[in-house]
């Protein structure tokens, strides 16, 4: 049997039809509808000559078993966000389907190394805010402390949703039990943003993960009347915000890749008669190195300093999360590179600013990548999402090659 990468295209519309409604995808982890995806993909895994079982985290892995017990993981999640596109997750996961359907019919059914497909459980946190729940168990990066108490916007709590789904969070260390024999991971996905678009490119390398520096920055005026206050004797703390919402333009476009939002401004006592006395503002940083969001980060609080002095007011900083950067591997980049080279003439690196499980499993210490594919208007999480049929199977047949690379690369490292 060979690749079809067709039939990944025609699964994709199978699973669309199963669980989307006129709204998007429903795939939610932890509902009835994710359940169903889940038993949906179980199906298909069986009529294949592999082992599949749910680790302790719900994470659900499927191994076709090799002449080496070294493993190549092939990695994707089911769930999606509510009113989700077709492919965020599920692209990866069927793709990773179509190359184990290959790799399993060829080599006298028994590969070089071991191969091993999984479905995180929870990569988008749609539901209790905690994204890529299940790898971070695998990863050993998880809290459960952290994250045990946290509740649904009805008041269900993350460990009841998952228990109903027969997952303990105590349990949940147990999943790193995966990790034996891991040699190598690797992640196709849709890019969810413009880049490939523009530059006319169905595929890319993704370099890494962004880091992520995400601050709450709160400067502090003085609250007076709008008609009696002359404007030399004002203490603004909104004019000192708005300096800075243009100064992070400068301060991120020093660097290729590097960018800085302003997602929110509060102003108090935010009536139409009041000069602000408090501004509440949030600004997320993010780049691949680590320097550059250090320096990123050091001149935005040297530039709320000077605003605040300039407007006569004070500013103080908390963070709210951060994150380092994970840059994949080196080798498998190189390998990444000549898969979608030799699948579309063209190969681009790119950074990846959301999150991804690859990104966990790289914090693992595990050797991965991950590939892109092009998403038209660079639109995701929402049901518009889409990617041409042509480039979902370039992709697949892509995939296949890393996957083919990635398995020679383990049989060279001790
Ligand atoms: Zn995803």
Redesign the pocket.
Known sequence: MSLNPQRTVAELKELRALTADENGAQRVAWTDTWLRAREWFAAKVKELPVEQHRDAAGNHWVTLAGASEKALLIGG?LDSVPNGGWL??ALDLLAGLEVLRRIASGFGGRPPVTVRLVDWAD??GARFGRSVLGSSAFAGTHSIAADRGRTDRDGVKLEDALRRCGVEIDQFPEARKERKNAAAYIEL?IEQGPVLERMGLPLGVVLGTKGVERHIITFHGQEAHAGSTPMNARRDALAAAAKLALEIRSIAGKHEEAVCTMGSVKTFPGIATAVVGRCEATLDQRDLDAGVLAQMYREAQEASRRFAAEENCTVEWTRLWNIEPVPFHKDLLELCEQAVRETSGAAHRLPSGPL?DAAEVARAGIPSVMMFVQSLKGISHNKIEDTREEHLEMAVVALDRLASKTMEWILTQR
């Open positions: 999640h965020d997750g990569e988008e996905h991804h």
